[in-house]
């Protein structure tokens, strides 16, 4: 067996329309049939700027996601999981409002999701969002 490090096992993904990372990561990674995303916050990418209402942060990690994912030259549909992390789960309804409106939006089917509550987020946003997506 050959030794691979990753950076030979996928492409990464880079997007302008999605912030850039703020550590040593990249937007995301393009394994063939599966497109991962790293974490993404509410920074807008073009101003910097991240909203202090919870739901325009939800919008704004989706669009961010989606970004990524177009990047990889996928849509919303072919998301199937995500994973989100919310400061504070009394936001749970607010955020799923926004994710439910997004997916609808998007003509996309709610992919299978986990939602955890966290002690603190980077930059002290109130939610963080990663995404899989398939390649069918």
Request: hydrophobic share 45%.
């Amino acid at each position: 067996m050959e030794y691979m490090r990753y950076s030979d096992m996928y492409k990464a993904i880079v997007s302008p329309h999605a912030p850039g990372a703020i550590g040593p990561y990249v937007q995301g990674v393009d394994l063939g049939n599966l497109v991962i995303t790293s974490g993404q916050i509410p920074i807008d990418p073009i101003s910097g700027n991240i909203e202090e209402d919870v739901s325009l942060q939800t919008y704004q990690v989706l669009n961010n996601i989606q970004a990524i994912i177009l990047a990889a030259g996928l849509q919303v549909r072919h998301i199937v999981k995500t994973t989100i992390f919310i400061k504070n789960l009394n936001d749970f309804s607010i955020i799923n409002t926004a994710y439910a409106s997004f997916f609808l939006k998007n003509k996309a089917s709610f992919p299978a999701r986990s939602c955890v509550e966290v002690a603190r987020l980077p930059k002290d946003v109130k939610i963080e969002m990663e995404a899989i997506a398939i390649r069918y």
